[in-house]
């Protein structure tokens, strides 16, 4: 057995269902805001596209993709972040992949030296996949810690040379879960700036980048930073995006990577043996999906309706404000975490996620400590029922 498989520790659910066995609610009617899962309605075309190109069931799939998902993705990319046209080669620079969840893991296992020391860096709190990937690289992570002072943004000024040094891999999270926080277009380029010194590869998670507040106003993108900068062939630069969150897909499984064609190409090597090739039904429906925007801003909408009404709720009983972007709140507990999660769903049977699972001890201090995060997926009426009932128990705690 791989030794490094001890190493992981149980996923945050695993943890959040022990804390909970053996509490009865005295509330009828569970609301869960523990699970990022979106509910939104699938969009009908997408549905469509699966239905009408079932027979393509009986093919293989290309693990590159086919080049109208290729075609696709690129000129959604240049769209949504200003590139310049031609600025992304189809047959180069991108990948399809099932989900960001099992690329953001497996990439790494592509790009780690086992003769190496090597660390890869991850904001804390995090996506646990990023750990996982890390440890089954044969890497060792390190955390960089994401705090209310600073806007729960990295501090990358804080990371010390030593570290750089031994860093193959960087992953950031933008939008981010669970803070919700956006780095800048500035940030990323100072990022840009590191990679080049140090030569490490940058792995932006931006899957949650299609849901933000102000249409002016969408979160930046790594690949746009690295235009802006010069650094037009991307290099050290990848970014992962998926439908799951923008397209209301979770359970379709699909997503892409772009960035560095060198990069691209070695994890095309790596991925053509792993055998994870998007369905060829996924991937007509996935087209559809990423050539469309109209469903996008109707998503948008209807998040932006259920935190108008959440933050309007909670903000007499806590400190709470719209997050930069995505569907999370994460919300600064005036007790400890665990206890509000446990005794919220014992009193008011509202599930939130401990903020503690979600981080690690690194600096001294666990900075997702006294935190919770609520993903507000649920149907409005849910989310609002959601927050009227956690407002009652923390008037109990007041």
């Known amino acids: 057995m791989n030794p490094d498989l001890k190493k992981l520790q149980p996923y945050p659910f695993e943890k959040l269902s022990a804390l909970k066995a053996g509490c009865q609610p005295v509330v009828e009617g569970h609301i869960a805001l523990s699970i990022g899962e979106p509910r939104h309605e699938a969009p009908a075309f997408v549905l469509d596209a699966i239905r009408n190109n079932l027979d393509q069931i009986s093919n293989y799939p290309s693990t590159k993709g086919s080049l109208a998902l290729r075609t696709a993705i690129t000129s959604w990319l240049n769209h949504r972040f200003k590139l310049p046209e031609g600025a992304l080669d189809p047959e180069r620079h991108v990948l399809p992949v099932t989900g960001t969840r099992e690329a953001l893991f497996s990439f790494a296992q592509s790009f780690v030296d086992h003769d190496e020391d090597s660390l890869i860096l991850m904001p804390n709190p995090f996506y646990q996949i990023y750990e996982g990937a890390a440890y089954l690289s044969g890497a060792t992570p390190f955390f960089y810690n994401t705090v209310k002072e600073n806007n729960y943004l990295p501090d990358f000024d804080a990371i010390d040379e030593a570290t750089w040094q031994r860093c193959r891999i960087i992953y950031v999270c933008s939008p981010g879960n669970p803070t919700g926080s956006v780095i800048s277009r500035q940030q990323f380029i100072k990022l840009i700036d590191l990679s080049k010194k140090y030569d490490f590869i940058i792995a932006s998670d931006e899957c ?134 446990k005794d919220l769903f014992a009193q008011q049977n509202v599930t939130v996620l401990p903020g503690s699972y979600l981080s690690r001890e690194s600096d001294g201090i666990n900075p997702g400590k006294n935190h919770v995060r609520l993903a507000l997926v649920a149907p409005l009426e849910e989310c609002i029922t959601a927050a009227n009932r956690i407002k009652q128990y923390l008037q109990t705690l007041n």
Not at 254 to 279: E, N, Q
Not at 284 to 289: K, P, Q
Request: glycine residues 4%; hydrophobic residues 40%.
């Open 208 to 341: 949650y980048s299609e849901i933000y507040f102000d249409e002016n106003d969408p979160p930046a993108g790594l690949l746009e930073a690295a235009e802006e900068c010069g650094n037009r062939e991307f290099t050290n630069c990848m970014v992962f995006h998926s439908l799951s969150k923008r397209s209301n897909l979770p359970g379709m499984r699909s997503g892409f990577v772009a960035g560095d064609a060198r990069l691209i190409k070695a994890y095309l090597l790596y991925r053509t043996y792993h055998g994870c090739a998007m369905p060829p039904v996924h991937q007509v429906a996935s087209t559809a999906a990423w050539n469309d925007e109209t469903h996008v801003r109707q998503n948008r909408e209807l998040y932006t309706e259920k935190f108008n009404s959440v933050v309007e709720i909670l903000k007499p009983v806590i400190d709470v404000s719209f997050p930069d972007a995505a569907f999370y709140l994460w919300l600064n507990t005036p007790i400890d975490d665990e206890t509000f999660a």
